[in-house]
């Protein structure tokens, strides 16, 4: 994690409910949904190594990002980290935004048949190839 607003120390050590805050102010201030999403995997990786409760930590925030900001690929890098803060449907449709189909689009708009004569016998044509 790269410029991050927060030190390691304040990270994995700071009370819940500072966090919270902290976290939701940088969002609002600076709408960098990278280092935001980022700071909320490490709320989760700080709840399974934690004694502290940061279970589903700040979901209306994570909901937010992967439902309104901007894809990037940071929120498509840690997208299935957050399953659980998303009921199967609306999971459903975060995929298809965060991960669209792609389209299948060439430059060929439509195959022409060519109109230059081919030369020689069946048998030149196949040891040629």
């Given at each position: 994690?790269?410029?991050?607003?927060?030190?390691?120390?304040?990270?994995?050590?700071?009370?819940?409910?500072?966090l919270?805050e902290?976290?939701?102010?940088?969002?609002?201030?600076t709408?960098?949904?990278?280092?935001?999403?980022?700071?909320?995997?490490?709320?989760?990786?700080?709840?399974?190594?934690?004694?502290?409760?940061?279970?589903?930590?700040?979901?209306?925030?994570?909901?937010?990002?992967?439902?309104?900001?901007?894809?990037?690929?940071?929120?498509?890098?840690?997208?299935?980290?957050?399953?659980?803060?998303?009921?199967?449907t609306?999971?459903?449709?975060?995929?298809?935004?965060?991960?669209?189909?792609?389209?299948?689009?060439t430059?060929?708009?439509?195959v022409?048949?060519?109109?230059?004569?081919v030369?020689?016998?069946?048998?030149?044509?196949?040891?040629?190839?």
């Amino acid at each position: 994690m790269t410029d991050l607003p927060f030190t390691q120390y304040q990270v994995f050590h700071s009370k819940a409910k500072t966090l919270r805050e902290q976290i939701s102010a940088y969002y609002n201030e600076t709408q960098n949904s990278s280092v935001t999403i980022q700071l909320l995997l490490a709320m989760k990786i700080r709840n399974q190594l934690g004694e502290q409760d940061f279970e589903l930590f700040l979901k209306d925030l994570v909901r937010h990002l992967f439902s309104k900001a901007t894809v990037n690929r940071a929120l498509r890098r840690y997208f299935y980290f957050f399953s659980e803060y998303f009921e199967e449907t609306e999971w459903e449709m975060m995929t298809a935004r965060c991960f669209p189909p792609e389209h299948s689009h060439t430059d060929l708009m439509e195959v022409v048949e060519a109109n230059v004569p081919v030369t020689g016998t069946d048998f030149d044509l196949s040891e040629s190839s």
